[in-house]
């Protein structure tokens, strides 16, 4: 069974980077592509960007010169990093795995952007 | 950027009865070399991820029930509940994944009238 979680601070301080982990079990992320999207009540679900498993990336161009995606095989995670956070960043991040469609999503983590 | 726009915005309907939820895209999703629309729905509960139903606009995820259904070409897609039941109270959310950046709709909320 597949399953992603994901880790990293709740609290950030704005104009300061956010970063996030995200563990996948019961797969290979020597596999398919793997993504973040965020919700907030203000912006609803926004897909933020995947890195697939040969290491190419894309990303939201609303949010491209902020974020980088990365991966770490030999932890069967990958993680995002968003500089430069203000308050409109805050929202619930999800990992998700995209094969034919988004099928597995982590359980999600909230993100609070505070001064 | 692609936008999707479902409608109703809500809707409450009695235990048994048929949903139906509508998405607009804003541009074709149609991938001509696998004849697929690039369209997808999820089921998303409070306090839980989206959950995947349908993808490319008619072809049931795994383990969902077969009461949910997905229909469209062109630029008009469905999400057809045939006989809601009391767990299928929820947000539902189109999204296509056609085009970078991938894009959701703004949600309909299904509520027990």
């Known amino acids: 069974q597949v399953q992603l979680q994901e880790s990293g601070p709740g609290l950030v301080k704005p104009s300061e980077t956010l970063s996030l982990t995200c563990t996948v079990s019961g797969d290979s992320i020597n596999n398919y592509y793997w993504s973040w999207i965020r919700q907030s009540p203000e912006k609803g679900l926004e897909w933020i960007g995947y890195?697939?498993?040969?290491?190419?990336?894309n990303y939201n161009p609303s949010l491209k010169s902020r974020v980088t995606i990365s991966l770490d095989t030999s932890k069967n995670q990958f993680s995002l990093k968003l500089i430069s956070v203000t308050a409109a960043d805050a929202a619930v991040y999800y990992c998700?795995?995209?094969?034919?469609?988004?099928?597995?999503w982590g359980q999600g983590t909230l993100v609070t952007v505070y001064s | 950027d692609i936008v999707m726009t479902q409608s109703p915005d809500s809707l409450a309907v009695s235990l048994g009865e048929r949903v139906t939820i509508n998405c607009k895209s804003s541009?074709?999703?149609?991938?001509?070399?696998?004849?697929?629309?690039?369209v997808a729905w999820f089921q998303q509960k409070p306090r839980q991820p989206p959950k995947l139903l349908i993808y490319?606009?008619?072809i049931r995820a795994s383990a969902v029930p077969d009461r949910f259904s997905g229909s469209g070409s062109g630029t008009d897609f469905t999400l057809t509940i045939s006989s809601l039941q009391a767990e299928d109270v929820a947000v539902y959310y189109c999204?296509?994944?056609?085009?970078?950046?991938?894009?959701f709709g703004q949600g309909t909320r299904v509520e027990i009238k």
């Open positions: 998700a795995r995209a094969t034919t469609a988004y099928d597995y």
């Open positions: 890195i697939h498993y040969t290491g190419n990336t």
């Open positions: 490319w606009a008619s």
């Open positions: 999204q296509q994944y056609y085009s970078t950046p991938p894009t």
């Open positions: 541009q074709n999703v149609l991938y001509s070399s696998n004849n697929q629309h690039y």
